[in-house]
């Protein structure tokens, strides 16, 4: 397992001003963990900082937005880069879900704060304020139209709003327990939850009603991912026909991310088992990167790629630290991946 090389989040703000300040940690499983810091001595003459580090680290390419920085001694280097821009306003304490518009241009967020808003991507300006969920709000997505947004929270609704007068359309019901996260069918006529009562819904939105239970895990679900099925693999077949109203579940599969330490896949139409893969950990989330290969992060640190086709052993296990994986999602040819640290 690599050494992971930290720096204080607001690192950029620190090194801002003429003797600014922050602090590195390296740390390397089994070791002890190294401190030092790094610290600004003022510009140089293109206008780049000038950034020295402490004994036991390296200063390496630095620019207006980024600082490249290794630990000889553990043979790890990071290169940091500084927020685009910050938007410090829109809550008031953690955010714990969010996601951007198909078109970029509107962002929609949870906290514990206890609120969901909408706002604009460009100047983080609130434009909504969603209120109608009791409790905490688990999880918030975009539909691909961008006028829409789903979301589900601890009273076991799932709703779905408005983002152009704020207003709740629909609002599901069913769950037993708190939904955990959600997932959408193509463009939307069918959506995705999965919940602390161990279940996987299909629900339509169309008619506000539940197109039936995708799976029962007998555990908490805490992430979903719908994909499109490499044509190899074999996703079973319904026991009755499906509905009239489910609409692009086809050749489909469910990824299921659960707290029993399971990472499940279910044929999204069959509702038919496709595979079942035993992790480290509780998986906390779960996403496509192709219709081969998947990606699930656990509560202890790891992070699994499959491939659906045999989920015999995995392809690779990351692992940065032991802070939980929280999110997943596909970037480029990679990820990025996001840790309770």
Partial sequence: MAATLR??????????????????????????TLYGSVTRRGLSSDGVPDIVASEGF????VTKKSILISCPHENVSTKFLAPYTSFCRIHQKSITCLD????????????????MKIWQAANGEIRRLLEGHVY??????????????????????????SAEDASCVVTFKGHKGGILDTAIVDRGRNVLSCSRDGTA??????????????ADCGSPVNGIAVGTADCSLNLGSPENPPSEREVGTEGKILL??????????????????VFLFIGSDAFNCCTF???TYILAGTQDGNIYQLDVRNTNAPIQVIHRSG???????PYRDGFIASQGN
């Fill in 7 to 32: 720096i204080q989040s607001d690192w950029s703000r620190a090194l801002s001003r003429d003797e600014g300040e922050a602090w590195l940690s390296c740390r390397s499983p089994g070791k002890a």
């Fill in 58 to 61: 390296l200063v390496g390419e």
């Fill in 100 to 115: 951007i518009s198909s078109g970029g241009g509107l962002g929609v967020s949870t906290s514990t704060d206890g609120t």
């Fill in 136 to 161: 905490d709000v688990n999880c918030c997505r975009f539909f691909p139209s961008g006028l829409v947004v789903l979301s589900g929270g601890m009273d076991a609704q799932l709703k779905i709003w």
């Fill in 201 to 214: 819904r299909l629900w339509d939105c169309g008619q506000s009603s539940c197109l039936g239970t995708i």
């Fill in 256 to 273: 299921l991310a659960r707290e029993d330490k399971k990472l499940q896949g279910v044929g999204l139409q069959s509702r038919q088992p």
């Fill in 289 to 291: 990167l192709s219709s």
């Fill in 323 to 329: 802070a939980p994986v929280l999110s997943l999602l």
